[in-house]
């Protein structure tokens, strides 16, 4: 009994003694061998029931299968995985989209001077992450990208232009104007062609209803980028009126309003010399033209007209928007529309914050978030009960 329990529990150790013991305790320890080495028993010795190479056919299956298992979870885990990381990281060497708050390195491929303040600033991306440009979020919204001011590590948003034709699919292009006290909009004025800029974005501002049928749209200076979004959007699938108000005729060189002749004041001090060389050999401005051929993509098949309109306003001819200019444009509309055919109805006011609060009222900020606020300015005195007014 002295040797069984030893055997169990102190094999290599009691072997020498064992050997040394007598011929019937030998044999006794002999039996306990099998259990703790890794030996084939005695021929002839039956140890269970199952044929050896059944006994080796039924561990191999057991080693497969606790094999399977585990194999099949590490692929279910690394294909979704792999997947994400080439989407995400872009593993495979090519752009990756970066995310909706993560800032993105871009070139500053060129600027074309629009004024004498303003400028179209075209990027393209600098490394190899990019923002998403078609993300179906935005697929009809009004869209915005920040810029970051290094320096001070504050961003602004910029409305982004709209494709044209020729135009690379990656590339950013934006509608800037370098503002006084702008920190953003002078940082990236005074930056040179060749520059690194980082963006991030896309940001939906506003998302056009699919079921609208007629927008007029308040357009105050670089206010025009949004409504080029807009035009561009709708295709002609909606009757768009465009009233863009600038402060001087630098910025809309050529421009010919749709509905009404708009005389300048013989008596207004300003002069227009610098501009009257140009739009007397037909010259066009870069914005004016986006707005020409907006209009013939917007044209009605067969007709020689389009449902894109556009009127202009020059301060310093004298010519300023007037709320009866837009009461006049909102009632033309409700008188030419097709009360029969169901759709929304929206009036859009885009500009600098003076121009928005003077004609709808300032933006709120509610629970860290900027909201539409309530309806003021001149706006809110004229009858829009069947008119959504939005704030840009």
């Given amino acids: 009994m002295f040797l069984n329990l030893r055997c169990l529990s102190h094999a290599p150790r009691t072997l020498p003694r064992v050997l040394k013991a007598s011929p019937a305790s030998f044999a006794r320890f002999s039996q306990?061998?099998?259990?703790?080495?890794?030996?084939?028993?005695?021929?002839?010795?039956?140890?269970?029931?199952v044929p050896e190479k059944e006994q080796q056919n039924g561990s191999k299956s057991k080693r497969r299968s606790g094999f399977v298992f585990p194999a099949l979870g590490f692929f279910a885990l690394t294909i979704p995985l792999g997947w994400y990381l080439k989407e995400r990281y872009a593993v495979d060497g090519g752009v990756r989209l970066a995310g909706p708050q993560?800032?993105?390195?871009?070139?500053?491929?060129?600027?074309?001077?629009?004024?004498?303040?303003?400028?179209?600033?075209?990027?393209?991306?600098?490394g190899n992450v990019a923002i998403d440009l078609d993300d179906p979020d935005c697929e009809r919204a009004i869209t915005s990208v920040q810029f970051k001011q290094p320096q001070?590590?504050?961003?602004?948003?910029?409305?982004?232009?709209?494709?044209?034709?020729?135009?690379?699919m990656d590339e950013l292009r934006f509608l800037i104007r370098r503002e006084q006290k702008g920190e953003v909009s002078n940082f990236l004025h005074r930056s040179p062609a060749g520059a690194e800029i980082e963006a991030r974005g896309l940001h939906a501002e506003y998302i056009i209803p699919k079921d609208v049928k007629s927008i007029v749209f308040l357009a105050g200076g670089t206010g025009i980028?949004?409504?080029?979004?807009?035009?561009?959007?709708?295709?002609?699938?909606?009757?768009?009126?465009?009233?863009?108000?600038?402060?001087?005729?630098?910025?809309?060189i050529g421009g010919q309003s749709d509905t009404k002749r708009i005389q300048s004041l013989s008596w207004w001090p300003f002069s227009r010399s610098s501009v009257d060389e140009k739009e007397a050999n037909g010259e066009k401005g870069a914005l004016v033209s986006m707005l020409e051929d907006l209009k013939k993509q917007a044209g009605i098949p067969h007709a020689r007209s389009s449902r894109l309109l556009v009127d202009y306003y020059v301060d310093d001819e004298g010519t300023l928007m007037k709320p009866q200019d837009v009461t006049e444009t909102v009632r033309r509309i409700s008188k030419q529309e097709n009360n029969t055919v169901p759709g929304r109805k929206v009036l859009i006011v885009s500009g600098p914050d003076?121009?928005?609060?003077?004609?709808?009222?300032?933006?709120?900020?509610?629970?860290?978030?900027?909201?539409?606020?309530?309806?003021?300015?001149?706006?809110s005195a004229m009858d829009l009960d069947d008119w959504e007014v939005v704030k840009l």
């Fill in 102 to 126: 993560e800032f993105a390195k871009y070139t500053l491929v060129g600027k074309d001077p629009v004024s004498s303040t303003c400028a179209i600033f075209r990027l393209m991306p600098a």
């Fill in 152 to 168: 001070l590590q504050i961003a602004r948003a910029y409305t982004c232009l709209p494709q044209q034709q020729g135009q690379h």
């Fill in 32 to 49: 306990c061998i099998p259990r703790f080495q890794d030996e084939k028993p005695p021929s002839g010795t039956v140890t269970n029931d």
């Fill in 225 to 252: 980028a949004p409504a080029l979004q807009v035009a561009d959007i709708l295709e002609g699938q909606a009757d768009m009126h465009i009233l863009w108000a600038n402060r001087k005729r630098e910025d809309c």
């Fill in 354 to 379: 003076g121009f928005v609060n003077y004609w709808a009222g300032p933006k709120q900020w509610i629970g860290g978030r900027e909201v539409q606020g309530p309806l003021k300015g001149v706006l």
